[in-house]
């Protein structure tokens, strides 16, 4: 046998943890210098309040994009969702297993929908999600001029701002989803499946692999991780709000996220802790940014390069790659 | 034959197929017994790998049986065979680089426990399989992208184990392996037939053929030549029996030697990532065919000279002067074409008309030089003299046969009058009728003064076509031929056969 | 001769044939006429001309990215930052009109230019490129004019989008927005029949063999983002005329371009259509915008019918290929 290195696959601390330590240090320093605090409860909850929103998305994002496909459709998911939810429940706690069940149901359709002409009409996922997005948006701007419905207080009180210590339960819940998503990655066949099917179809399909099944399965996912992303918002904003999705830039946040965590755009390689890591950057400089009272518009300036960045960032190592 | 052989593991017999009306492969027998290496040889398109596919379930036969541990079989596809107990490993492997060996090797079958996958069993059984064909060092849990290609190459047979494989394809097992790779293959070889693995054994090289298998069988034109015991043949025999197909075609003279003009092109000592020390001399006036086997690095020669992939290190002169190949604006401005070996993914733009592509290339570079209705014209002209035949220019070249489709390409070259033209298998996929018309064309480019060199895998094109001969082998020049070499002195430099120098 | 040699195929296929764009206009503007006879008046239809001017200037530019295998999602934004910036810059004093125009145009084909360059050079699939400049655009020039737009553009610069040469005999009026769309489109037409715009097609229909051709295949692609953004530059300067200086001016405008343009017969992808379909689409589009209207279909529905045109026309024609195999 040659001398090589055989480092086991279990990927060692992703870049991304690195790059959010960095951001915190020097966000702390910064905002210290500024005459602020970081790290005090106020800050830190909120945090972790935006983390539980974008990380839910980009949970469910991770999924389609390791089996090789795409979901831009996620910000009017997560609207619909809100609306939904919100009316469904009309401000009563009774309605509000139902409702939440209604809006997930509603959600998994649009998943569905999403994977079926992904894989059976073959349409690019981009322009297939794309054009189910704007189904969506013209349901919206048709039947919705701003807020409506009403979160169940019960829901308000525990998911939207109950909290153990700094944690807020939405946190906790992204932590379940997450752990959930993690153990369907690597403990289930399907799991194992879809990283085979986004690494290279064919040779998926040559092992046995149901390729479409796997994929449609992955959007469904996707498309439930918006739908409770939005009754986690409705649940925070006490309405249903037609905009939510789109005005918090959920598409590309999470798949932003999902770059910045290492997982490859093209499929086959990444995970969902690495996604966590991403959001929880994205989360920081945020955070950052707020504490330092950076104007909203220049953050979304911010937001727009980093986006831009963090995929030229990982086009080049696979170029590298391709190179090699 | 002396043995009694155990009921056969795989028998063909008459196994016919057709593609388009073109026979691949007629009335071929084969068997391969229990733990028996039997290797398969013969010329690029003898039938070998549509054989393998028959056998692997990726094409069912038209005429014969395949019986398979005693009972007959159609497989409906390579999932098929491979639960029958059929596996093949490729050239290129089916692996993913980014998954670990384990889940690779169970990938579509993961052991399941509760529902679950049960990762430790998943490692326990690769160790095991792996144990058994004596890799002990390759762990289970590294990511195959971290592997060498002969680990790789392990890898792909625990897979195919994995399923219970009785019966093994290896087609080309070590064109990408390295030589001391090449010893533990021959190893594993080994270990495989002591568990009672049948091994049908696809390969060019001889030597490894006569080191590994107990039977050869010599596929020529779609026919089966022979089955020989390898104790009782040579590699003489065994290219005598490859070689020696009827010249059917016509092949336009050759050029003179004294017609010969000066040396366009020299190459010394060119090298890049496929090819080592590449020296090489082309002269106006003359047809420089190239020959070897696949991945031998012809392909690779004909790009480093257009610079899509640049030789890295030697001189490359143009006229005696040094020129930089390192971008194929670069080669065009230097007066080279290269008509490509995959026309269709690299040579016609498929959906825009005769007209615009034949256009490409002027339209490209040297847009500024004439006016357009003068280009247009002299690209109409050029496509009347090789002779297009379409409902007309503005025509999608999609709807074109192959070999319209590769005489727009040559117009599309001879627009911008190249001095040196680079030919990839410019008959591959054509008809027989426009095969001896792009044949004439490129004799005629020669005679007119181009350097032509013209890669082929079709023997009786390269010996028809050439007026000289390099045959390539592992990314080196292995020799040079002159005009009226045979059959068997190209196949021996492919094939690295010991004879006698015929140069 | 090969002329006497051609010999007749079954069928003869002109995939980029822009006959059912034009049929479905012509039914839409019969269906129109029955809905609301008066729209086909020609002073009534040139002035729709005119307001359609700016979607069918933003289609064609569209045209150029698609068509050689890419998207430019950043147009709406970037007619809102131009509108804004316009009025800020203008201040509402004449003087400032054409030096602003012109820079106008130059910052459109920059934005168009770093586009490109992003795409091509750092590899970034250009929906993230395009989505990501659009982030960055609107949220600069809100940042710039501090959340309200300031300024107001001058009446010199708002004739382009409202104005009309009146009393002309038989067409009634001529809006300015109208002569503009006929110059550009002539220039687009020219320019897609030019060598660029060839090798453009050849591009998106195969860029290997147009890089073996010797086609500079980054260059090229970065000139059609910036013919794109250069196309949203003279939308931005009809929009703003028409309707006037707000953050609004160019929302989902992309979408709109990309409707019209897949509407028109171009495949998206790249290496099929032509410029003069795109531009149809997007007239069809209008005209079906005008349809909704006239039957009471509420305008925000606008976004469904968009995206049932594109997932109609995509699937369409991936069945229609996959089945030709």
């Keep these: 046998m040659t001398a090589l290195s055989l480092r086991p696959a279990r990927h060692a601390v992703p870049g991304v943890f690195v790059a959010l330590a960095l951001t915190l240090v020097i966000g702390w320093l910064v905002v210290m210098l500024d005459g602020g605090q970081l790290f005090n409860q106020s800050t830190t909850v909120s945090l972790l309040h935006v983390a539980a929103g974008l990380g839910l998305v980009a949970v469910g994002q991770t999924l389609v994009i390791l089996g090789g496909s795409l979901d831009l459709s996620v910000a009017y998911v997560i609207s619909l969702s809100t609306l939904v939810a919100a009316e469904a429940m009309n401000g009563s706690d009774g309605a509000l297993l139902p409702a939440i069940g209604l809006a997930l149901a509603v959600s998994a359709a649009i998943g569905l929908l999403n994977g079926v002409l992904v894989t059976k009409l073959r349409i690019n996922a981009f322009i297939a999600t794309l054009g189910v997005g704007l189904l969506l948006k013209g349901y919206l701007d048709n039947g919705y001029d701003g807020p409506a419905g009403e979160s169940a207080p019960a829901l308000v009180r525990t998911l939207g701002y109950q909290r153990i210590g700094p944690v807020p339960v939405s946190f906790l819940l992204l932590l379940a989803v997450t752990a959930a998503a993690w153990f369907a990655l690597s403990r289930t066949r399907f799991g194992h499946h879809l990283v085979a099917v986004g690494g290279d179809p064919e040779v998926a399909r040559l092992s046995g692999v149901r390729n479409d099944r796997v994929l449609i399965t992955a959007h469904v996912l996707c498309s439930l991780c918006a739908g409770l992303a939005g009754v986690y918002l409705a649940s925070r904003l006490g309405s249903g709000a037609p905009r939510v999705g789109t005005e918090g830039l959920y598409d590309l946040e999470s798949i932003a996220a999902v770059v910045l965590g290492g997982t490859a755009l093209a499929g086959g390689r990444g995970g969902v802790l690495g996604t966590v890591g991403g959001v929880l950057l994205l989360a920081s400089i945020d955070a950052v940014f707020n504490q330092l009272e950076v104007d909203a518009f220049f953050k979304q300036v911010i937001r727009g390069v980093i986006i831009i960045a963090a995929v030229a960032v990982y086009a080049r190592r696979a170029m590298r790659k391709a190179g090699s | 034959m002396a043995d009694p ?77 491979q639960r029958a107990g059929v596996g093949i490993i490729h050239q290129e492997f089916n692996l993913l680089p980014e998954r670990t060996v384990a889940e690779n090797v169970y990938l579509g079958h993961e052991p399941v426990r509760r529902g679950l996958v049960d990762r430790r069993e998943m490692l326990d059984r690769t160790r095991r399989l792996l144990a058994s064909i004596g890799e002990t060092a390759l762990p289970a849990d590294s990511r195959v992208g971290q592997l060498g290609v002969a680990q790789q190459q392990v890898v792909e047979i625990a897979k195919a184990l994995a399923l219970d494989a009785r019966l093994l394809i290896m087609d080309e097992p070590t064109a990408a392996l390295a030589d001391q790779e090449v010893e533990l293959l021959y190893g594993l070889v080994r270990r495989l037939q002591e568990r009672g693995i049948g091994l049908l054994y696809v390969s060019h090289r001889l030597t490894e053929v006569f080191d590994l298998s107990s039977r050869i069988t010599v596929l020529k034109d779609g026919r089966r030549v022979t089955t020989v015991d390898t104790a009782r043949t040579n590699t003489d025999e065994l290219v005598r029996h490859m070689v020696g197909r009827e010249l059917s075609n016509y092949y336009p003279q050759r050029a003179d030697p004294a017609d010969r003009g000066p040396v366009r092109l020299t190459v010394r000592g060119g090298g890049n990532r496929k090819l080592r020390g590449v020296d090489l001399e082309l002269r106006a006036g003359e047809v420089l065919g190239v020959g070897g086997l696949q991945g031998s690095g012809r392909s690779a020669l004909a790009r480093a000279l257009f610079g899509v992939a640049p030789f890295t290190t030697g001189d490359v002169e143009l006229d005696g002067e040094p020129v930089r190949l390192r971008s194929p604006r670069a080669a065009m401005r230097a007066g080279i074409a290269y008509v490509t070996e995959d026309r269709k993914g690299e040579g016609i733009v498929a959906r825009q008309s005769v007209l615009d592509n034949a256009l490409l290339a002027s339209r490209a570079v040297f847009a500024a030089r004439s006016g357009r209705a003068a280009r247009t014209a002299r690209v109409r002209e050029l496509l009347d003299a090789v002779e297009v035949r379409a409902a007309g220019d503005d025509q999608e070249i999609r709807f074109l046969s192959g070999g319209n489709q590769q005489k727009v390409v040559l117009a599309r070259w001879l627009a911008l009058t190249p001095r040196i033209l680079l030919f990839d298998e410019p008959t591959r996929g054509i008809d027989v009728g426009a095969k001896s018309a792009i044949h004439d064309l490129v004799r005629r480019l020669a005679t007119d003064g181009a350097a032509v060199l013209m890669i082929s895998s079709e023997l009786p094109e390269l010996l028809g076509m050439s007026d000289r001969i390099v045959v390539l082998r592992d990314g080196r020049i292995a020799g040079e031929l002159p005009a009226g070499a045979t059959e068997e002195d190209v196949v021996a430099l492919a094939v690295g056969a010991v004879r006698e120098a015929a140069a | 001769m090969r002329v006497a040699e051609r010999r007749p195929l079954p069928l003869r296929i002109r995939t980029d044939g822009i006959a059912p764009i034009v049929a479905l206009l012509v039914v839409l503007l019969i269906l129109v006429a029955f809905v609301q006879p008066d729209f086909l008046a020609p002073s009534s239809l040139m002035s729709f001309l005119g307001r359609s001017a700016p979607i069918i200037l933003l289609a064609a530019g569209q045209y150029f990215v698609i068509v050689c295998g890419e998207f430019d999602l950043s147009v709406g934004s970037l007619v809102t930052a131009q509108v804004v910036v316009a009025a800020r810059l203008i201040d509402s004093d004449p003087s400032h009109t054409w030096p602003v125009v012109a820079l106008l145009l130059v910052g459109g084909a920059l934005v168009g230019l770093v586009n490109g360059l992003v795409t091509t050079v750092l590899r970034v699939p250009s929906f993230i490129t395009t989505l990501g400049m659009f982030l960055i655009l609107v949220g600069a020039v809100y940042l710039w004019s501090d959340g309200a737009p300031k300024g107001g553009l001058s009446e010199e610069f708002r004739r382009f989008g409202r104005r009309a040469i009146e009393d002309v005999p038989l067409l009634g009026r001529i809006p300015y927005a109208l002569l503009v769309l006929v110059v550009v489109a002539a220039i687009a037409v020219v320019l897609t029949r030019s060598d660029f715009g060839r090798t453009l097609v050849a591009v998106g229909d195969n860029p290997r063999t147009a890089e073996l051709s010797g086609v500079r295949v980054a260059r090229t692609k970065t000139i059609a983002f910036m013919l794109s953004g250069l196309a949203a530059a003279v939308a931005a300067i009809l929009l703003g005329g028409y309707s006037g200086v707000s953050f609004q001016a160019g929302v989902g405008l992309e979408f709109g371009a990309i409707t019209a343009v897949v509407l028109g017969g171009v495949a998206l992808g790249g290496g099929r259509g032509s410029v003069v379909g795109a531009m149809l689409g997007a007239l069809t589009l209008e005209t079906l915008f005008a349809l909704m209207n006239f039957t009471g279909v509420s305008g925000a529905l606008r976004s469904t019918v968009q995206g049932v045109i594109i997932l109609l026309a995509v699937a369409v024609s991936s069945l229609r290929s996959s089945s030709s195999r």
């Design chain 2, 5 to 81: 052989q155990p009921a056969p593991l795989l028998a063909l017999r008459g196994i016919g197929k057709s593609f388009l009306g073109v026979r691949v492969l007629d009335g071929v027998d084969l068997d391969v017994a229990p733990g028996e290496v039997h290797a398969v040889v013969g010329e690029n398109g003898a039938g070998k790998s549509t054989l393998m596919k028959i056998v692997s379930g990726g094409y069912s036969p038209d005429e014969g049986t395949v019986e398979f541990a005693g009972q007959p079989r159609v497989f409906h596809g390579p999932r098929d065979a």
